[in-house]
């Protein structure tokens, strides 16, 4: 982040996402019996996948507030 | 059903070879029929390529109509043409090869880089076409080919020692000689700018590239170039300059504190930046050695000079639509026909084609010019026999005639040693016709035409558009089994019904498998011949089909046996896919079992045309008879129409009493009514009861006899089920206790609070909330607890019951029903529109007096304007509680309007009282004259009457300045409706392609095609919408009042 400015993470609209633990994602993964390729994307040059550092591979949880359920989860794998 | 993959597809392009391979013959001569009526040998109707009249036999295969599919047919091209497809290609291509060796003007390393890039997408299955785009746009700057010729490297690391330009100019030449490179006197070295050399920093303080100049002119001593730019601009915060060409490379430090400039003679200046600085563009320059006729690049990289001795480019101009020009060094144009760019093509090479996206075996760039041209077969384009009997070709034989005469023509000319001149139109115009051929609306291009001036419809138009090949033949197509008539009405039938015309009932069939069980039932079906529940055809246990005549029926009748195929007509009962156009949601299609009926018309229940949006104006609908077993089946459990009483929309129910159904059962519900046995069987008449339970009382009748009594609200409680408990506030609930007020609850004045228990209507009048489409709260509650076929009931006997109601007492809205007392027409004038129109006045004055104040953010314009809109509304509302009160409910208006069964009370408003301001885009109506609306008025006129504001009612009549203003606001309303429908239904499109394959799995997750989770709970929650309580997940209310036993007032 550069001097001076805010955080992106800091906004309102910017969802949280946090990277998920191999044992976390191996049990996501287990749980809807799909590979990891078969997960939504998100691209390494994200602003949000920049702040958080997350590397190529990495599979971000997004937790968003939803009009229908509260908050909602979605993962997403990071890509090229 | 297991779907199948498609793991991949191919396109390539038909080569010469090929297209000479698959043809069955060589088309020469122009001519379709000969004068017997025979097709023509050699002819564009050849009967090698397939036959289009009956009895005759296909030359190539032998097969009569229907068995032979057609074969192909070619036309050799006197000379190549350009493929109108690929002309944009073609550009591309020639612009990124050698003129000379064909290869890609690429770097071997930026080939290979660019290789990798490319099988990572493949190997991603992703589209290639962003790096073959990259490809073409860098391949296409460079100037020189790096390929053809000799290229060598030289050390440059110490000629940055020398420091002025013609010393790095001769220590090059030395260099280049001492390779072996041999390099006249007359020699020399140049060096230019390729383009303006630019760098931009940001936030560098204005008084340092004043500082630069000085470092630049005192300490190098360089000389200041004229039109050398350096100013800061501005606008972006953005410091732009330009210097003199001898700055060779300013580079910014890795912390990003100071900027480098690096010149020729290898001293390098370096200036601090206290703010972070921006990108620095490095700027184009090219070396070039200039001996005799030859020209030579130089290329730097790094500390290493290369030295290209390759072809230099030539820029590629593409002239629309078929034309390729070529601007030599003097910068003269010269054309390249079809026959130089083939060659061109030609000679690029196989491995090549990898990087620019094309695979060689299946698509050489030279097959995008054609030298033979593909003939389809003649079943692709059948002519057809007018009642005259004369033939009539397809528009794309008439496009092959056209081209096979040129293409004649074309050769005769040539072969007679014409003049170029000649021979160049003819070749323009077998391009223009072969052009048209494969697509009649090029931009710039004319259109082909008919003879009779309609625009040929060639191969691109068979494919393109909403009626072309891929949406009107492939995605959407014509069906069998169906039908489609006007829709009329029926409160008679079931909801789930539909009326089916005898006529349409014969002429569908359902096909039944004959067995022991069913035998004599179909051969009874058979015996009836073609009387109505017939049969059509019969087909028989050795697969031979019959079609059934009055001569034979009998005797099939009787010879039916099992095994056989009897196909019936559409008999009561049957289940049929019913649909309304725009299918805009899923309700638009749903099972009906069918009612076969006399007349001409679909019959429908007026409650179902809710889902369906329908009405009786003349809407047609269509009709789908099932075909398999599965079909009906799954037909019948997701598709009834009892299945779809809660739209998946909104969550509630969509189906319910419509228009009469609502007043008949708010007549039949209001206050206390008392009816004698007689008259409750004649209201539950069709109604499915058949216990009236104890009588309220007993009263004298009309024939003064003391006879047993039953009240209105226990006849309407008979079809609510017996442990039915409800509360809620209907339609007529004048909302109290938002104003402030308490509510009465049972003993509301307007009885408008329902309440049921155990079954019983205990207060309240029943109305559009409680049994209306979209509202429905009974129904809803109804469908919820007692499931499908208990609401569909419901709604069956609550649309029974209304009839026979309003059948009763009879209901009509006419044109004296407008009337109000002369007392309340004063009291209208004066009290309402009379009081608005003076404070209007009032407001104009105090605006001229510049008394008026303005509204928080508005001019003092657009606060009058603003004042005077909202007195003039208030007074249309004024006058129309006034006229409600002088209507009274008994008025027929008013109780449409208060029960929810058609109009508002705005409408008797407009109608009685007064039609009120008329508006363009929300605001008075301004234009028209200069200053004034009208001629009428004076300029600048602002009171009511000449700013659109229309006192008068409907029932009075508009003066003729009033029907002015009313056709004003009446256009925009119109206009606005006619572009939101063409909008919403490309949105629509949009929206549909985009959807069209997620879908919800059984883990409740959103996938695609590919098991790619696209969201990991349905609609984020779960939930589906026509499951849920109006959308919503749970009803805490309805799960507490089922825990306490109580209902809990809201």
């Known amino acids: 982040m550069k ?48 702040e958080i550092n997350a590397e190529l591979g990495d599979v971000v949880e997004v937790r968003r507030s939803s009009r229908t359920a509260g908050t909602a989860l979605s993962y997403r794998l990071v890509i090229k | 059903m297991r779907t199948k993959r498609i793991q991949g597809l191919k396109f390539g392009l038909l080569s010469p070879k090929e297209i000479r391979k698959m043809s069955a013959a060589k088309v020469i001569t122009a001519d379709t029929y000969g004068e017997d009526g025979f097709p023509i040998e050699l002819g564009l109707v050849n009967q090698r390529l397939g036959v289009i009249d009956p009895g005759l036999r296909c030359k190539t295969c032998g097969g009569r109509m229907g068995e032979c599919p057609g074969h192909f047919g070619h036309i050799e091209l006197a000379a190549p043409v350009m493929h109108i497809g690929y002309v944009k290609l073609i550009y591309k291509m020639l612009s990124a090869t050698c003129r000379k060796c064909g290869k890609v003007l690429l770097e071997e390393e930026d080939r290979q880089h660019f290789l990798y890039e490319i099988g990572q997408q493949r190997e991603r299955q992703a589209d290639v076409g962003e790096v073959v785009k990259l490809i073409f746009k860098e391949a296409a ?3 020189v080919c790096m390929h053809c010729g000799e290229s060598f490297s030289v050390d440059a690391e110490d000629l940055s020692e020398s420091l002025k330009n013609e010393e790095i100019s001769n220590e090059l030449k030395k260099r280049l000689e001492e390779q072996g490179y041999s390099l006249t006197k007359t020699a020399h070295i140049k060096r230019s700018l390729d383009d303006k050399c630019i760098f931009d920093w940001r936030e560098v303080p204005g008084n340092d590239s004043e500082l630069l100049r000085s470092y630049l002119i005192d300490d190098f001593g360089f000389t200041w170039v004229k039109n050398a730019e350096f100013s800061k601009t501005q606008k972006d915060k953005r410091l732009t300059f330009s210097v003199d060409k001898h700055v060779v490379e300013i580079t910014l430090s890795a912390k990003r504190d100071k900027i480098s400039i690096e010149f020729e003679d290898g001293r390098t200046y370096e200036q601090p930046v206290k703010k972070t600085a921006g990108k620095l563009n490095v700027h184009n320059y090219k070396w070039t050695i200039t001996d005799e006729e030859k020209i030579y690049l130089l290329r730097r990289k790094g500390l290493e000079l290369t030295v290209y001795c390759g072809e230099r480019k030539r820029q590629i101009k593409y002239d629309k639509p078929t034309t390729y020009k070529e601007i030599d060094e003097d910068g003269k144009e010269r054309r390249l026909m079809p026959t130089d760019v083939r060659e061109r093509l030609e000679r690029i090479p196989d491995e090549d084609l990898a990087i620019l996206g094309m695979d060689a075996k299946s698509a050489r760039p030279e097959w995008m010019v054609l030298t033979v041209l593909p003939v389809p077969p003649v079943t692709a384009r059948p002519s057809i026999t007018l009642e005259s009997g004369q033939r009539s070709e397809d528009d794309v034989t008439h496009k092959l005639v056209d081209i096979i005469r040129i293409n004649q023509r074309f050769m005769e000319n040539r072969d007679a040693g014409a003049p170029q001149l000649i021979i160049e139109d003819l070749w323009e115009l077998l391009q223009y016709h072969i052009s048209t051929y494969f697509d009649n609306d090029i931009a710039g291009v004319p259109p082909a035409r008919h003879r009779s001036g309609r625009p040929l419809k060639t191969m691109a138009q068979r494919l393109k558009g909403k009626e072309g090949r891929f949406r009107g033949s492939l995605s959407g197509k014509r069906v069998n089994f169906s039908a489609r008539t006007v829709i009329s009405p029926d409160p008679d039938i079931d909801i789930g019904e539909v009326g089916v015309p005898e006529e349409i009932a014969k002429e569908l069939t359902i096909t039944v498998n004959v067995t022991e069980r069913n035998l004599k039932l179909l051969s009874e079906t058979m015996g009836r011949g073609g009387k109505h529940p017939g049969a059509n055809y019969v087909r028989r246990a050795d697969g031979k089909k019959v079609k059934v005549t009055d001569i034979n029926y009998e005797a099939l009748s009787e010879e039916l046996g099992v095994g056989w195929k009897v196909e019936r007509h559409l008999v009561d009962g049957d289940i049929v896919l019913f649909n309304r156009q725009p299918s805009l949601h899923r309700l638009s299609i749903m099972a009906h079992y069918v009612r076969v009926m006399p007349g001409k018309t679909f019959r429908l229940n007026p409650s179902v045309c809710p889902p369906y949006n329908a009405d009786y104006d003349g809407d047609e609908m ?99 089920p017996d442990d039915l408990n409800l509360n809620f506030r209907g339609k007529v609930c004048e909302k109290c206790i938002e104003k402030g007020l308490t ?35 009974i129904i809803d509650r109804i469908f919820r607890h007692y499931g499908e076929v208990a609401s569909k009931e419901f709604i069956n006997n609550t649309s029974r019951l209304a009839i026979n109601a309003i059948l009763r007492s009879g209901f009509s809205f006419g044109i004296s029903d407008e009337d109000i007392p002369l007392e309340g027409k004063d009291q209208i004038r004066e009290d309402a529109v009379h009081e608005a129109e003076k404070k209007v006045d009032a407001l104009i004055m105090a605006y001229e007096a510049e008394e008026l104040e303005a509204l928080p953010g508005r001019t003092l314009e657009e606060s009058l304007e603003l004042l005077i809109m909202q007195s003039l509304g208030s007074a249309r509302d004024d006058a129309g509680d006034i006229a409600e009160r002088y209507l009274g409910i008994e008025n027929p208006g008013v109780l449409m309007a208060k029960s929810g069964a058609r109009g508002s009370l705005l409408n008797l408003t407009q109608m009685t009282a007064c039609v009120g301001q008329q508006s363009v885009r929300g605001e008075r109506i301004s234009r028209g004259y200069q200053k004034r609306t009208l001629p009428h008025f004076k300029p600048d006129d602002r009171s009511a009457d000449a700013r659109g504001f229309v006192r008068a009612s409907f029932k009075d009549g508009l003066s003729p300045t009033e029907y002015f203003f009313h056709a004003v606001g009446g256009r925009e309303a119109l206009v606005d409706t006619a572009v939101r429908t063409s909008q919403s239904g490309y949105f629509q499109r949009r929206l549909i392609n985009a959807l069209q394959d997620l879908e919800v799995k059984y883990d409740g997750t959103v996938r695609e095609t590919r098991d790619t989770v696209v969201q990991f709970k349905y609609g984020e929650d779960g939930v589906d919408p026509s499951k849920s309580e109006g959308g919503k997940v749970v009803d805490i209310d309805k799960i507490i009042r089922a825990e306490v036993g109580v209902e809990v007032s809201t």
């Open chain 2, 622 to 720: 269509n009709m789908h008879v099932l075909q398999t077993e599965e079909a009906r089946a799954e037909a019948k459990i997701l598709m009834a129409v009892q299945r779809n009483i809660i739209s998946p929309r909104f969550g509630r129910p969509i189906i319910g009493g419509i228009h009469d159904h609502i007043t008949g059962i708010f007549l039949l519900t209001r206050g206390v009514k008392k009816f004698e046995k007689e008259a409750v069987l004649d209201l539950l008449d069709n109604v499915d009861i058949d216990d009236l339970g104890e009588p309220a009382g007993t009263f004298i009748s009309s024939t003064y006899e003391k006879v047993p009594y039953w009240t209105n609200k226990q006849i309407y409680s008979m079809i609510l």
């Open chain 1, 3 to 50: 001097k001076g400015n805010v955080s992106i993470l800091e906004h309102e609209s910017v969802p949280i996402h946090e990277i998920i633990t191999n044992e976390d994602l191996n049990a996501l993964l287990n749980k809807y019996k799909i590979r990891k390729e078969q997960l939504p994307k998100i691209k390494s040059t994200d602003p949000v996948i920049k």
């Open chain 2, 141 to 143: 700057k460079k100037d």
């Open chain 2, 743 to 777: 509510c009465e609850k049972e003993n509301c004045p307007h009885e408008a609070y329902v309440l049921i228990r155990n079954g019983k209507l205990i207060s309240g009048v029943i109305d559009e909330a409680a049994v209306g489409s979209f509202k429905g709260l």
